[in-house]
């Protein structure tokens, strides 16, 4: 089954820097067939980031500028020229772990039924300490802006309404497709919502640019979600 990587950026350069690496280094690329970055016009040197990693992508891969201003647009227009069966959409603030995919991919192929399939800490909570090392999926009323989706769907449906920020989900809400949250939670790390510097300071400027949404830094005992970060940083 096809699979596209759908990667988003809109300036936040220092974002996109240590992101899009990961993204490389910890997708495993033998499960997709194809990465699409679309670049909204950035400013701040984040397309010159991407470009300058993506030739190490293992796939064919495409950088596609516009000047839509909504990720639901750029979902609109990657719909309509795509025939991959599924997709990965990640933002440009999503720090991404070792094995994320594989996660996404093995539930979603043990699930026929889930169509949207979500993960964004903190939400279903880390590992319990008797876990027992299988992933599944708690159904919810939608999911965020991140995950792995079944393409038909949007084909059956499109065009989704580009309601700012919101059309993704009003379009969950109207069609009500079956979507859920990963569980447990595979340690996704939210950039704009990591509490260890440089990070809220960064986000804190991208605000005031108009960049980004204002959110509040997850409070100090979710910091497991970044302990596998803090260690990559530690160690780099």
């Not at 240590?18 to 679309?38: A, H």
């Not at 590992?127 to 992933?135: L, S």
Request: net charge negative.
């Amino acid at each position: 089954m096809s699979l596209d990587v759908l990667y988003l950026t809109r300036n936040r350069r220092e974002f996109t820097e240590l992101t899009f690496e990961l993204l490389v280094q910890n997708t495993n690329w033998d499960l997709v067939d194809r990465l699409v970055v679309y670049d909204d016009h950035s400013i701040d040197g984040a397309r010159e980031e991407v470009s300058s990693r993506i030739d190490r992508v293992p796939v064919p891969s495409e950088i596609r500028d516009h000047d839509f201003g909504s990720p639901v647009l750029v979902m609109n227009d990657y719909i309509s020229t795509t025939e991959a069966y599924r997709f990965a959409k990640v933002d440009n603030d999503l720090a991404l772990p070792p094995g994320w995919l594989d996660v996404f991919v093995g539930v979603m192929d043990e699930n026929e039924e889930i169509i949207l399939l979500g993960s964004e800490s903190p939400f279903m909570g880390p590992p319990p300490e008797d876990w027992d090392g299988r992933y599944t999926y708690t159904p919810w009323r939608h999911i965020g802006g991140n995950g792995l989706m079944r393409t038909q769907f949007f084909k059956d449906t499109y065009p989704m309404d580009a309601d700012g920020y919101h059309g993704f989900t009003g379009h969950q809400w109207k069609y009500r497709p079956c979507r859920g949250w990963v569980t447990p939670d595979i340690m996704l790390c939210l950039l704009d919502r990591c509490p260890i510097e440089p990070w809220p300071s960064l986000s804190k400027s991208y605000v005031q640019r108009g960049w980004q949404r204002p959110w509040k830094t997850i409070a100090p005992h979710w910091n497991i979600y970044w302990d596998w970060f803090i260690e990559r940083e530690e160690a780099a």
